[in-house]
């Protein structure tokens, strides 16, 4: 596939992730609105998308690395290539990227030094081609903007990645063609970029997202919280009534009316004033047939009724607790009822490091062959992860104690459970 190809690829992917990212980061505005309203309430978002992506990416956790080289032993220098390229940390954006549009990438490289590293790509600039009857990334693109900081575009950069080479394009001219700057070999033989894609389907390239069915959900809550707080804002506060008070004709006053400059002539009725205004504190009138009432306040019962329907919907497709969409009255009252509510959210993190493990571990494969100058496909990997469950640390403590007095997990491995790190000192 050519260079412009997997650029218009790039290029038609973008709608389907723009628009995920804006529910994503609660930036969509109101639905279902038929009148104009003010811009600010435009904007007014229950970010429920940013917790249904959350609540599963903060359950995926890399823990370990076990690595060998030809049947030597390389975990422990595996697990340091690792942790220097920052790949726990940045794992969880791409894990993020990935639950959130659909796709995210690992790209594995030596940087000047020639030390091997693995960085996270977004979807908005990477983008792979796989071939059609395996399935391996075949081909690959990386494409970002030059900047001026005014925004302005100066220059567009395309990286092409192939299995025995690798270039780096730049495209000056908004309307011009992409011209070649460097290139460099490529001694892996494999294309060094690994798509994390959110499978749901077969064939399922572009990745999936939860935000697709809950969008519409989330568009009728706010919309109906918004109504709302518009409702309360206008009716909540009780509204006065008063009978027997003349009413004040607004006519111009005298000063205000010359032959020059008649007073227009707008309606034959004259425009009156209340007598009285909400904000003021005490109705007086020495009128003796005045009369003064109240009229009840607004019923937000309603709306309190919908919005939790709305909201069942949205743990029913998203797998949320209740206490994780703010239904208080339902918070479990101890840490097993907690770990039961939330197996729907580890059960979902459980099916993604399935998606991800394969293509994780062809990553830190690579990793670990850059650093031992070999091929990929001598280097066997498997990825340690920890408990998607809800931790219960007293529980969790005793079986690692238990496990640790059998002789079945050494000392830092029954610290690795109950979450105790070592020091350097201990390490070395």
Do not use: C
Not at 294 to 323: F, K, W
Not at 326 to 354: D, H, K, M, Y
């Amino acid at each position: 596939m050519s260079t412009d190809s997997l650029l218009r690829r790039l290029d038609y992917a973008q709608p389907v992730i723009a628009r995920r990212d804006e529910y994503y980061r609660g930036e969509q505005p109101l639905k279902f609105l038929i009148d104009r309203v003010d811009p600010s309430v435009m904007r007014f978002n229950v970010n429920i998308a940013r917790v249904a992506v959350q609540a599963v990416a903060e359950r995926i956790r890399l823990s370990g690395v076990e690595a060998r080289v030809g049947g030597r032993d390389v975990s422990d220098e595996a697990w340091k290539l690792v942790q220097d390229s920052d790949l726990p940390m940045t794992l969880q954006s791409a894990i993020t990227d990935m639950l959130a549009v659909g796709s995210a990438y690992l790209i594995v490289w030596a940087d000047g030094r020639g030390t091997p590293v693995i960085t996270a790509e977004s979807a908005e600039q990477v983008i792979v081609e796989r071939h059609p009857v395996t399935r391996s990334v075949v081909g690959a693109v990386k494409r970002w903007e030059e900047l001026d900081p005014n925004g302005t575009v100066l220059a567009e950069h395309v990286i092409t990645y192939g299995p025995k080479r690798i270039a780096h394009l730049k495209r000056d001219d908004a309307h011009g063609k992409l011209t070649f700057v460097e290139g460099w070999d490529n001694p892996l033989g494999v294309v060094p970029v690994v798509p994390l894609i959110n499978i749901e389907r077969i064939h399922d390239d572009v990745g999936s997202s939860v935000i697709d069915d809950l969008a519409p959900l989330l568009d009728a809550l706010n919309k109906l919280y918004s109504d709302m707080l518009t409702t309360s804002e206008a009716v909540a506060r009780p509204k006065r009534w008063a009978t027997g008070v003349n009413l004040e004709d607004a006519h111009l006053d005298d000063a205000e009316w010359s032959a020059d400059n008649p007073a227009p002539v707008v309606d034959a009725t004259p425009d009156v004033v209340a007598p009285f205004k909400d904000s003021d504190d005490m109705w007086v009138s020495e009128l003796e047939q005045a009369k003064f009432g109240q009229l009840p306040g607004a019923d937000l019962t309603g709306y309190e009724s919908a919005i939790d329907s709305v909201r069942s919907m949205i743990m029913a497709v998203a797998s949320l607790p209740a206490h994780y969409v703010g239904i208080t009255t339902a918070n479990p009252a101890s840490s097993e009822a907690l770990r039961a509510a939330e197996v729907g959210l580890a059960q979902t993190a459980e099916s993604r490091i399935r998606i991800i493990n394969r293509p994780l571990e062809w990553g830190v494969r690579m990793l670990v062959a850059i650093d031992e100058g070999v091929s990929p496909d001598n280097v066997q990997v498997r990825l340690k992860w920890e408990d998607t469950n809800t931790r219960s640390i007293a529980q969790e403590t005793d079986a690692a104690v238990k496990a640790h007095a059998e002789g079945l997990i050494t000392t830092n491995e029954a610290r690795d459970i109950v979450g105790v790190s070592q020091t350097i000192e201990e390490q070395s």
